[in-house]
């Protein structure tokens, strides 16, 4: 399922869970679940939204009810240093949804 920004933030919809899903140089990609229905966020292109901050996220979604927020990461240390791949599951931690100001 693909959800469109422009409807998510205008139609101000309910969202069930937010989940940021961080990777290399601060590039943030949105998983959204509404309705028990998850899909990633795009724009008005075929490209998901990629958001380079954590504020530009919360100002995004300061008007949408979300219930529950997470911020998901998954490294790749073990990689860099040569060693085989991690059998770790991605980090999940809660993400505020609140503007630091």
Do not use: C, W
């Amino acid at each position: 399922m693909r959800y469109k920004l422009s409807v998510v933030v205008s139609k101000q919809v309910s969202i069930d869970l937010l989940e940021v899903q961080s990777f290399e140089s601060n590039v943030y990609l949105v998983k959204l679940t509404i309705n028990g229905v998850e899909g990633l966020l795009y724009g008005d292109t075929d490209s998901p939204v990629r958001f380079m901050s954590a504020n530009q996220i919360r100002e995004t979604f300061e008007n949408n009810a979300i219930q529950d927020a997470y911020l998901i990461h998954q490294s790749y240390y073990d990689e860099m240093i040569g060693n085989p791949p991690s059998a770790n599951e991605p980090m999940r931690i809660p993400f505020s949804m609140s503007l630091p100001y």
